[in-house]
């Protein structure tokens, strides 16, 4: 069982930047390879990032790349996003996700004005 939760949203200018957090519970989180997916209003969820297990393999929705940079801490039960070069279309909740399993987090807002 893994719990996950979001943190890090919130409102920023377009060309700004922030760091999601996903912390996870229990003791298999290091097991996982984990994704970051986002939902806009009136959208479908969509993939933004991959990482495996161990963080040495990563991969992008071409929408995000060359912006986004997904990364991992297992010593701290925890995956990161860093988003930069923010647009308003990146305007989403955004979940992280335990590949291959129904382990989703709550979601957390990020909303980037124009």
């Known amino acids: 069982q893994v719990q996950l939760v979001e943190s890090g949203g919130g409102l920023v200018q377009a060309g700004g930047s922030l760091r999601l957090s996903c912390a996870a519970s229990?003791?298999?989180?290091?097991?996982?390879?984990m994704d970051w997916f986002r939902q806009a209003p009136g959208k479908e969820r969509e993939f933004v990032a991959r990482?495996?297990?161990?963080?040495?393999?990563?991969y992008y929705a071409d929408s995000v790349k060359g912006r986004f940079t997904i990364s991992r801490d297992n010593a701290k039960n925890t995956l990161y996003l860093q988003m930069n070069s923010l647009k308003p279309e990146d305007t989403a909740v955004y979940y992280c996700?335990?590949?291959?399993?129904?382990?989703w987090g709550q979601g957390t807002q990020v909303t980037v004005s124009s």
């Open positions: 996700h335990a590949w291959g399993s129904d382990y």
């Open positions: 229990g003791r298999t989180f290091s097991s996982y390879g």
């Open positions: 990482i495996n297990w161990s963080g040495g393999i990563t």
